[in-house]
Nanobody, 115 residues
């Protein structure tokens, strides 16, 4: 069993910053990819960023230059530093961990960016 617990969401004005964190626990495989997804109100979930256990990162075009994903392997924790936030960044952010062809999801944390 794998558990993911997100934190750090909240309300922020446009142009502001937030830092999300997600702690993973349970039966983790040491080689894995952690990531963040964004679900805007009334829309599908979309991939925001991923970071592999080796450190490689990938970003959606919409967040390049504004968001930074990182991880602490010792703590099994992934972070998402979100800067220059825009109203369209509003939504629920979900943390994921993927290994052995299976993806586990956190419960999500709400981010609201006011204009």
């Amino acid at each position: 069993q794998v558990q993911l617990v997100e934190s750090g969401g909240g309300l922020v004005q446009a142009g502001g910053s937030l830092r999300l964190a997600c702690a993973a626990s349970g039966a983790l495989f040491r080689i894995n990819t952690m990531g963040w997804y964004h679900q805007p109100p009334g829309k599908e979930r979309e991939l925001v960023a991923t970071v592999a256990s080796g450190g490689n990162t990938a970003y959606a075009d919409s967040v390049k230059g504004r968001f930074t994903i990182s991880r602490d392997g010792a703590k099994n924790t992934v972070y998402l530093q979100m800067n220059s936030l825009k109203p369209e960044d509003t939504g629920i952010y979900y943390c994921t961990v993927t290994f052995l062809s299976r993806t586990y999801w956190g419960q999500g944390t709400q981010v609201t960016v006011s204009s």
